[in-house]
């Protein structure tokens, strides 16, 4: 694999077969051809290198829910707390790295009680009594490209360690290369002229004049390797507030089984947010496929949400409309559901005789929203202006709350009514509206009158009485698309009884920019 | 049209007849049926509209689908009222019906008599989404009316049936409102052809209040009949206008000022 460095073809990565014939990464592609030059090259793709990573990353969520990325080939996994769950540390570092072996990859992994610790390790360090690191380069199946190795880093850290233990940490990283941490080329450079080549080197220095003349940042990786400074691992994903999971031995791949699962884990979900006194508002399930692939299924609600029934519901019409994309291939062979939002929710007295109509309103939203998207299903809300497109917007039915002011419908109502003066008994606006206004053709008698006869939809329609112009101008300072400024609009009377809204754009007296006329509504 | 509204009495006896066949299938309702305010036609539906079932609208020609609309609006309006406050109405409508007929506009809705934040709307993709979720929101106890928009044949006696025993669970109703009259057969309740009928002038001499030429064309408890009326969207009332043509003494005054 191949990447251009400052315009120099050089060797980004190589398969093991390369490694043997003496060829190494960083080495210039001109120098390796020379040495063989039947030698296959191909351009190396970050972006698919970052897409696996964070495939990689979303697998890796199986241990743990905090998980960093490290670009371009690292992984960091907070596993304080999450250890004794697969047997101890030592246990979870091999067996993660026995999961990535079958699936192609080839791992090192080191568990540390800091980042910066861990990440040196995993580079540069060498077998040690605590960390056992296996070596061996396989071909890395999921690419989908024989020729390219990867090697994938994973530095897990945060499990506290005794002093003892601590000292020999620091023992350990004394001999590694100043790369190991993780610093600029261009400022180990300098150092290794001085002759300050290992971390032991310059441990000890006085940290004044290391900070002064090589930056803070140097100084910092010093401490943060050491522990001497926290440094938080940044999680990929936000971290749930709640979660449960559930690993299976045998994979499951029957939707029944799924749903019944997450019924399970709803109901665990359940009491611990009830403890806390909180309901979910946006829920997760993730489904780990055996073979890696990570499906994610989100469904969000519009109150605060506990009972595992509505929430199987929820995922059920989810599942429905997703059909191939959570296709379970093999089996899962774990299943999490986790509330990534909450909000306070108290108790509430439940039965189903005397369901509340709003609530179950509520839910209904809610499943509507799982199954045909959360964008289409809206209340359509008023503004202030008087611009027909937007005075009236679409807004997802579920970001508003329900229910407000709902008993003095009949006083706001007329409150509304009045606001718009009226002049005559049909209502002053239509009840539909064509998105786009739709334009016809208009004859009108006097230049600036309402139409005698109009032709829409192919179809000539005689006006038999019209009322307006009622000026609409968009406001000065939302017209910067060029939007014609006024419409004279009008209502019609059709022959027929058909009532519509017709405006009218532009002036007669402009020769240049005739008027025209579209009909942008309809009345009842 | 005259023939149907005097009521001839061999369809009052089918209509009879069949009431008690229903009774026999276990369609008895328990919901009192919702009176429209029409002496005329709640007669022939034997009460009112009947609450937990499907009813039909399409216009009785494309160009009057505005009206066909505004009557199924008015429907859920009236449901919406007395009692029954604090449920909210679902309007679906597919995209296409939305390309072909416009968008449902809150201004107009909340002036016409049904307040949008009552009213949740959703748009589908495909008549069959349209169907499903009309299902389920009749299902849905906190929901008083669906409105269902559809712009082709694609709700067929199955899926009318299916949508019929989902309102049978609670006293909501379903308006399938059609772009063009299907002529396939259905499970709903009543089938209505709706057409705009150029009403009265109000007082000052400006447009009247909105009128209907209502068809009931198929009636599952009763005859048929035609009927002219106004809506009084500040009331929120059907007025009934003369079916027979008197219009030359009424025209400058308006209609719900003469029942007053």
């Known amino acids: ?524 | 049209m005259e023939r149907s509204l005097t009521g001839a009495q061999a369809p009052e006896a089918l209509a009879r007849l069949r009431q008690s066949i229903e009774k026999i299938q276990h369609y008895q309702h328990d919901n009192a049926p919702m009176p429209l305010g029409l002496s005329e036609a709640d007669r022939l539906l034997g009460g009112g509209l009947t609450l937990g079932a499907l009813h039909e609208i399409s216009p009785s020609a494309p160009v009057h689908l505005g009206a066909a609309c505004g009557f199924a609006l008015a429907l859920a309006a009236l449901s919406g009222k007395a009692g029954r406050s604090g449920r909210e109405t679902l309007f679906i409508q597919t995209d296409m019906a939305r390309f072909e007929g416009g968008a449902p506009y809150g201004l107009g809705f909340d002036l016409f008599g049904l307040p949008a934040r009552r009213l949740l709307v959703l748009r589908a993709r495909r008549a069959l989404d349209a169907l499903f979720a009309m299902e389920e929101a009749l299902k849905c106890r906190g929901i008083a009316s669906v409105i269902a928009e559809l712009p082709d044949d694609s709700a067929d006696l199955t899926a009318t049936r299916r949508l019929s025993l989902a309102a049978r669970e609670h006293d909501g109703i379903g308006l399938l409102l059609r772009h063009r009259s299907a002529s396939m057969p259905s499970a709903a309740m009543t089938r209505w052809e709706v057409s705009a009928k150029a009403g009265a002038r109000d007082p000052h001499g400006g447009l009247g209040t909105t009128s209907f030429l209502l068809s009931l064309v198929k009636n599952r408890r009763g005859p048929c009949g035609r009927f002219r009326v106004a809506w009084s969207h500040h009331e929120l009332a059907f007025v009934p206008e003369d079916p027979v043509a008197v219009a030359a003494p009424f025209a400058d005054r308006p209609a719900d000022a003469a029942i007053a």
């Not at chain 1, 024989?146 to 350990?172: K, M, N, Y």
């Not at chain 1, 990534?340 to 005397?354: K, M, S």
């Not at chain 1, 939302?478 to 002036?507: A, C, H, K, S």
């Open chain 1, 1 to 524: 694999m191949v990447t251009t460095v400052r315009s120099a073809r050089q060797i980004a990565a190589l398969n093991d077969e390369a490694a043997r014939l003496g060829l190494r990464a960083t080495m210039a592609l001109a120098d390796a051809r020379a040495m063989y030059p039947q030698l296959v090259a191909i351009d190396a793709d970050e972006a698919a290198d970052r897409t696996m990573l964070e495939q990689i990353a979303d697998w890796c969520d199986r241990y743990t829910p905090l998980v960093g990325l490290d670009p371009p080939d690292g992984l960091f996994l907070d596993i304080s707390g999450c250890a004794h769950l697969f047997g101890g540390e030592e246990d979870l570092r091999r067996d993660l790295i026995r999961r990535l072996a079958v699936q192609g990859f080839h791992a090192r992994a080191t568990i540390g009680d800091t980042p910066g610790w861990a990440w040196a390790m995993a580079r540069y360090g060498i077998s040690t009594s605590i960390n056992e690191t296996a070596t061996n380069s396989v071909h890395s199946r999921a690419s989908g490209n024989p020729d390219s190795c990867r090697r994938i880093s994973q530095h897990d850290s945060g499990f506290p360690l005794s002093r003892g233990r601590t000292e020999e940490r620091h023992a350990a990283l004394l001999p590694l290369p100043l790369a190991a941490l993780r610093i600029d080329p261009q400022i180990a450079a300098p150092l290794a002229q001085a002759g300050l080549k290992t971390i032991g080197d310059v441990i000890d220095l006085p940290r004044a004049p290391l900070a002064a003349r090589f930056g803070s940042a140097f100084v910092r990786r010093i401490d943060q390797a050491l522990g001497r400074e926290e440094e938080p691992i940044v999680p990929r994903l936000p971290v749930p507030s709640f979660l449960a999971e559930r690993r299976f031995a045998d994979p499951i791949g029957r939707e029944d089984d799924v749903l019944g699962t997450i019924v399970h884990l709803a109901q665990e979900l359940a009491r611990a947010m009830e403890r806390h006194g909180k309901g979910a508002r946006r829920l997760q399930a993730a489904l780990f496929r055996t073979d890696g692939k990570v499906v994610r299924v989100e469904i969000g609600t519009s109150e605060p949400l506990r009972d595992p029934t509505r929430i199987r519901r929820l995922f059920l019409d989810r599942l429905t409309v997703l059909g191939d994309e959570a296709d379970p291939g093999f089996g899962f062979d774990m299943i999490r559901l986790s509330a990534l939002a909450v909000e306070a929710f108290d108790a509430v007295q439940t039965g189903w005789g005397t369901g509340d109509p709003a609530r179950e309103t509520a839910h209904l939203i809610d499943r509507l929203m799982a199954r045909f998207g959360a964008d289409r299903v809206q209340r359509l809300v008023p503004q202030d202006t008087h611009w027909p497109e937007l005075a009236s917007i679409a807004v997802p039915a579920n970001s508003i709350a329900q229910g407000k002011d709902r008993h003095h419908d009949s006083a706001k109502d007329r409150a509304l009514e009045d606001s718009l003066f009226q002049d005559s008994r049909i209502p002053v606006r239509p009840i539909r509206l064509f998105e786009r206004p739709e334009p016809v053709e208009a004859i009108a008698q006097v230049p600036d009158g309402p139409p005698v006869q109009f032709k829409w939809r192919r179809v000539t329609h005689d006006v038999a009485y019209a009322e307006g112009p009622e000026s609409i101008a968009l406001q000065w300072w939302r017209n910067d698309q060029g939007m014609p400024v006024t419409r004279d609009y009008f209502r019609i009377e059709t022959r027929q009884g058909v009532r519509v809204w017709l405006y009218r754009e532009g002036i007669y007296q402009d020769k240049d920019n005739p008027p025209h006329w579209f009909l942008h509504g309809i009345f009842a």
